[in-house]
């Protein structure tokens, strides 16, 4: 970080000078107090005015985001130089969230952190999570909750997200993994979506998850974090590769978005509590959409509605009459409909002509 910036600091390389010794080789390290000495001159450069620029209001502003495991850190930047900086620790709860999640986190605390700075002007935000430049045009109606509820504070603000690799967000990338300046948490206004379930229901989902060998290990992996290639991912869990961003921890439970991840051994009581009414395949996907979810349940429904004796008996008797079909008439009042139907306690009786399609 600090070599980044050594175009805004003047004389760098004096301060630096004890520093780089220790690095030479054969060098013996002994960390001395002319080395200390350096290390918080440096350190104060850094924070003082003169390396940071002031903010003009007439140029582009652009803002680095990054998290990680244990923090989140922003940098306001305008022609590649530094306004101002903030970080944060992550709480217990965040570090839980799904990659996608703690990413977007960050983006909205960059925006009210800097709110002075960014209201009413555009700004440009660079992240090393490729997932975020689409989310910001994801209908919000389909978003997951909880990002519905990050997408919702991010609505004030003019934003472009784009893709920036992590190797060059030199600022976002080491506050986030730094100790951050504050963990206060960020304050929930609202709780758009909450799926209720019982105790012995959770209880239970949560003992069979920890018996289950392939969740156990894919808990482990999204509380570890995610490589950057598939490859390293255990072979058990590469089937869940695709789908790392939208995956989390809560209280034991793994949610992909809100949809409980359900262990294969209760996936056929689910089945049976999905498809209890009877409903179509169509119902019975929606039903469980969001609330339950694990690799292949939309041909599970498909296979259980189809091979249910029930529905077999029934369906042949619920055939949908096919539409009857008229000749078309050459001229108004040829050919004219009539129906009746009843509406706010009225009832009324409707004529219309076939030809010009308007009601008498």
Not at 146 to 152: D, E, I, K, T, V
Not at 168 to 180: G, H, K, V
Not at 243 to 266: A, F, Q, T
Not at 339 to 346: K, V
């Amino acid at each position: 970080m600090i070599q980044y910036m050594s175009p805004f600091i003047s004389n760098l390389s004096t301060y630096t000078d004890p520093l780089r010794k220790l690095l030479h080789k054969n060098s013996e390290w002994q960390w001395t107090e002319s080395h200390e000495e350096a290390f918080q001159k440096i350190k104060n450069l850094v924070h003082k005015r003169m390396t940071l620029n002031y903010f003009n209001t007439e140029k582009a502003t652009a803002i680095e985001v990054d998290s990680s495991l244990v923090g989140m850190g922003a940098a306001l930047i305008q022609e590649g130089r530094p306004i101002a900086f903030a970080s944060k620790s992550m709480t217990e709860t965040e570090s839980r969230y799904a990659n996608i999640e703690r990413e977007l986190l960050a983006v909205v605390f960059a925006l009210e952190r800097f709110h002075t700075y960014v209201y009413g002007k555009h700004v440009t935000i660079f992240s090393d999570h490729k997932p975020l430049e689409n989310i910001q045009y994801k209908n919000l109606a389909k978003a997951p909750p909880r990002l519905q509820r990050l997408m919702l504070r991010i609505q004030p603000y003019n934003t472009t997200i784009v893709h920036k690799p992590g190797k060059d967000m030199i600022f976002a990338d080491y506050l986030s993994r730094e100790n951050p300046t504050s963990g206060e948490e960020i304050e929930l206004d609202a709780v758009i979506h909450q799926v209720s379930i019982s105790d012995e229901k959770y209880n239970a989902l949560k003992e069979e998850t920890a018996k289950d060998t392939e969740l156990a290990c894919l808990k482990s992996q999204i509380i570890v974090g995610w490589p950057d290639e598939a490859k390293e991912v255990p072979q058990a869990i590469k089937k869940y590769w695709s789908m790392r961003d939208y995956l989390s921890v809560e209280n034991g439970l793994i949610l992909k978005n809100s949809s409980i991840v359900i262990p294969e051994s209760m996936q056929n009581l689910i089945l049976e509590k999905i498809h209890e009414g009877h409903q179509g395949i169509e119902k019975c996907q929606l039903r469980a959409r969001n609330s339950v979810f694990w690799i292949g349940i939309t041909k599970d429904i498909h296979n259980k509605v189809k091979c249910c004796e029930i529905c077999e008996q029934y369906s042949k008797s619920q055939v949908k009459q096919p539409l009857m079909q008229h000749e078309i008439p050459t001229q108004p009042f040829e050919k004219l409909a009539a129906d009746i139907f009843h509406l706010d306690g009225q009832d009324f009786l409707l004529v219309a002509d076939y030809y010009s399609k308007m009601p008498l």
